[in-house]
Structures are given as C-alpha cells and as structure tokens.
C-alpha cells in the first residue's frame, strides 16, 4: 500500500475515534442535564493544631521552716526560709509571650526530642502523645528575724515529656534564673516525681539525692514512669512532682514545693494492636489530603461546610467501637428502605455510597431514615472540586443531618482504612471526641 493510502487509512480510523467519543458524551450530558450545582469546595490552608491549652500547676501551699538554731544559715542572720511558686509570676502568666520554641524537649528513644510551641510560661500545654511547660517560677526566700526578706533566688522548672507505651520519660531542667538581695553559698536541689495508680515509678528522680545550684546554673535529667494495664481496660491517673531546696553545710532540714499537673493521662490496652497512653484533654484531629483522597475527603468537606451540623469541624464527632452496630449503620444509610442509595457507574466508575458522619460515629446518620440525607456527586472538573446535587427529585437544602456521596468504591475503602489507623494511633476509646480536618 503506497504512503498516501496509509495517511488516509489513519485519517479514518482517527475520524471514527472522534465520532465514538462525541457519541458518548451525550449520555453523561444527559445524566446531568438539570442538575444543579452546589458549588465548589475549598480545603483549608493549614491543618490544625494539636497543641491544647495548657493549665498552671495545682500547687501544695508554699513551705515555710525556720532554720536549725545551729547552723550557718542561722549565724548569718536567716532565720526562716521559704519556698513555692512566685507570686509575680502567677499574676503575669496571662500576658502572651512571643511565639518561640519552647526549651522543654519530648524525649524519645533516641534521647533527642522536638520543641513545642508554648504561648505562656508557667502553663502546661498537651499534645495527644506529649506535655510540656517552659519556665514555671520557683522562689525560695531568705528573712530574718524580724520578718524581712534577706535574698531570694528565683529558679524555673522546664519538663518536657512524649508519652511512648506504657513506659515513658521526662526531661526536668531546673535554672537558677536571678537573685534579689544576698544568697550566700548557693543551693543544694533536689527533685522527685511521683503519679497515681496503676502507675509507678521507675526512675523517681533525675539525679541522685541533691546537687549543688548556684545563680546562673542548671541542672537537667530524666524521670520515667510506667504503667500497667490489663488487656481491654484503660485508666487514669495524675503525676506530681516535688522540687527540695537546702542551703549548703546546713543540718538537712528539707524546703519543699509540690505541685501536680492539671491534666491527667490515661492508659489503655483497649484499641490497637499495642497499649499505650495519651492525654484526653486533646481532641484529636483525622486529617485528610483533598489530593490524596480525592471524592471522599470532597464529601466530608462538603458536609462540614453546607450541613447544619457541620460534624467534624465545630461539631466534634464520637467514636462508636461497636463493629456490628457500624456495618448495621452503614446498610441503614445506603442499602435500605426508603431510600437505598442509587449507583452512577456512567459518571463515578465503580461508584459506591461513602456516608458522613461515619457509621462508626454516634452521630450517624442511622439515626435517622436514610432518604433524610444528602445525596451528592463530587466530581474534580478542572483541578477543583465541584459538587452537584445527585437527584432531581431529591433536593438539597443543607438542613439534612447526613451526606450520601458518589465516591468511587477504591477510594471510599481508602479512607475507611484511613480512618481505622486514626483511630488506634490517636488511641480514640469509645465515646471519645474527635475532629476532621481536610486540607489540599
């Protein structure tokens, strides 16, 4: 066949390629001729912070002692010594510091650790895994016998701490940060820590009895906890702490401040493969890439920003650990009567019913009849989602308590198992709160 012929032979079969595309697109036209346009959604910028809001130390009344009648402290005119939280500083943790890392590091195995960013002093602030607290004011005061204050030495305690486990430590740093009057021949520190059952300790103190401090100095260590928890049971407890003060060549007559941290942990063997501890005061938060996860993530944004609800976002969710009562809900949302969910193989291939809130939620939308809920069809048209109502005759107000969307079948079992990581890494128990969060 000449060269002539061949270019028309491919000039004919690309004609025909042409006329079978142009011959399909009616169908999906037609599918959605009339349909209306919900809009477009738009993943936030940023994710959210895990960072929780921290509290001051609940602390034990200072202690005030006088000193031994004998000693050097009291040859130099000291007749009483005490010691607790600074007062200035408790008035002041109000005002906000600038956004800088905070010295306390959350160790990890390796003995190195990440900062966090505490806005306050003085405060502890809460990640799921993780606490810290920068700079918490310790004073110990000397007076004489008239009641006037001789010297005061200003120290601050930093603690940083990643909970790994059922055994996990704390980085204690103690400063001596400044002085007011005379303190003469420094300090000896010592530092203990404790917690409630079912935890012990397994390294009470960061170094052994007392060390020396002088104004400028530091002294840093680690004490370690360990929790023991049966198979299916969680519990929660506090941990307290115990800082000591004596001044040097002194009959050891101990200057004690405690205090406890405002937030308890809690331990469970209950979800996951492995026990471990978090901390509840932090709700966590199921993050999902819009690129990542394409339809699905474009359902639950959808929901979160156009449902009443707004579940997920300023409505936390809770998780329901029943499996059974979980795959009963999902039927009731997309199989069932009234109103079973109808498949759009011709425009959402392999196309599946992906429901918000989860069936493993509380806030199910089983608890009510499944033709109260949205039905969507999210499609990416130019490199944003757009979301069309699904059908005519069922419109969509934004006063529904549920969304059905058309998301294909890979990748509604994608973030279904998404999902089901979340929960056991963020240790989520029965009941507990949670948030979605769905970024580009």
Known sequence: MKKGRWRNAYAIIAFALTVMVLLSLPHQAEAFEGMRSLGTVVPQEEEFRDLAPGGAPKFAKPDCKETDPGSSARQAGVYRVCIGPRRAAAESTEKRRESTPLAARVMDDGGEGAPCDAPETGKYYYARAGSCMNDMEVEFKEIDINGKEIGTAFLTVTTGEGLDGLKWSELITIKWKSTRGVIKGGLDI???????????????????????????????????FEAAINKGEDHSFT??????????????????????????????????????????????????????????????????????????????????????????????????????????????????????????????????????????????????????????????????PCVRGHVTLDMNKKAGGALGNFVQSERILDSDRYKVSIYQ
């Open 190 to 224: 010592g530092f203990s820590a404790g917690c409630g059952t079912p935890c012990s300790m397994a390294q009470k103190s960061p170094w052994e009895g007392s060390k020396p401090l002088k104004e400028g100095g530091e002294l840093m260590g680690i004490v370690t």
């Open 239 to 400: 941990t307290n702490y115990e800082l000591t003060a004596t001044e040097p060549g002194t009959i050891p007559i101990k200057r004690v401040t405690s205090w406890s941290k405002p937030e308890p942990i809690r331990c469970d063997d209950a979800v996951g493969k492995y026990p471990g501890c978090v901390y509840k005061v932090v709700t966590p938060v199921f993050r999902l890439s819009m690129s990542q996860y394409g339809g699905a993530a474009a359902t639950y944004l959808w929901a979160q920003q156009s449902l009443w609800d707004h579940w997920g976002d300023k409505k936390p969710l809770r998780r329901m650990s029943d499996e059974t009562i979980a795959r009963s809900n999902r039927r009731k949302v997309c199989d069932q009567l009234p109103d079973p969910f109808e498949r759009f193989d011709d425009i959402v291939p392999n196309d599946s019913c992906d429901e918000y809130p989860f069936a493993s939620t509380y806030e199910s939308g089983a608890s009510t009849i499944n033709s109260n809920c949205a039905d969507i069809v999210p499609l990416l048209e130019h490199g944003k989602w757009v979301i069309y109502e699904a059908r005519k005759d069922k419109p969509v107000t934004g006063e529904e």
